[in-house]
């Protein structure tokens, strides 16, 4: 899949085709003077005041941490989000597994929204700007975010890649997350609501086989509703599987090709857009 | 997942952690893994010798910490042990998408001289 799995694929990380080296840079928060507590059962029960080094004897110490892996990523969502509500922008995470229609269920929101909101769009790949393209032909104002090796997007490349939309003249901006069902799930981005999508024509168990990406869904969309019949989905069996692993999440059943299912989504965001503009 | 770059993010915690309390090296990692968090323990180990090479915690023990997932059900007021997101109580039967536990990825101690 990428290197941060260990296959060791892919270029380098570019926003907008520029490369972007520093976007992975370390920042530590130490030196802080905050205290840490020691768990019960290892070491006795006593806190160290990380700014009084000197403190400690030699010979093995354990000190509890009990940070999250991720809350440098954590951090820099909550501070998008900040930013994107300032701005009173609807900012949409979208998932899925490569092919399912993100890009075109993008390029058809934006259009059918145009007249009413303005649309920007940020778009992580591999590689290529292809899905870019298609959305720029369509009129849209895109950012291409190329990861290289990265798996999914991260909060700092959103940061960065939002710099270079004019986002005052924009209302919503939809974030086209890498076609993954794994890695992204773990990853927030300071979006308002995370969108997963799962086609008709690539199998009903799919929240079941991935159950941390439909469950962190605040919105599912079954797509491609127009090849179900010759794709021999079994409709009842995956909203089963949707209700059961993302049964808090609104479901929404469409054809971004043919219109199908599309006026009842478009409602949906026009409503969640006025209440972010509160 | 990406369990190289977590690992990557444990041992620069790790050895900050370390530092900051006066310590040059870093002896033993453990790390606290929930059931539905997406995040393999084999796959973390199988990173972290590469991970730790090269930096003060090369040659230091990892310790994986497997949370299982918990659901909470309101009317018994009990945590109960779920197979996935959604469980059902076992005392009232009534089902709960309230994970407690379960989605844990954490740096939780660290050992260090």
Known sequence: MCQECGCGIGGELSIGGRPASAAHSHSTHHGDGHSHQHEGGGGAPHTHAHDDATAHQPGRQTVAVQRGLLEKNQRLAERNRGFFRAKKLLVLNVLSSPGSGKTTLIQKTATLLASRLRVGVIVGDLATDNDAARLREAGIPVVQVTTGTVCHLEAEMIAKAAERLDLDALDVLIIENVGNLVCPAAYDLGEDLRIVLLSTTEGEDKPLKYPPMFHSADVAVVTKSDLAAAAGFDRAQALAALHRIAHHARIFELSARTGDGMPAWIDYLEQQRASAKC | ?113
Do not use: K, Y
């Open chain 2, 1 to 113: 997942m990406h369990e190289v770059s977590l690992m990557e993010n444990a041992v620069r915690m790790a050895v900050e952690t370390a530092r900051a309390s006066g310590g040059a090296r870093v002896h033993r990692i453990r790390l606290r893994v929930g059931a539905m968090s997406g995040v393999v323990p084999d796959a973390l180990r199988f990173a972290s010798d590469m991970v730790c090479q090269g930096t003060p915690a090369e040659g230091a023990q990892l310790e994986i910490e497997e949370v299982p997932a918990t659901c909470w059900c309101a009317h018994c007021a009990v945590e109960f042990a779920t197979p996935d997101f959604l469980g059902e109580c076992p005392h009232c039967h009534a089902v709960s998408g309230e994970l407690r536990r379960g989605t844990e990825m954490e740096l939780a101690s660290i050992e260090f001289s």
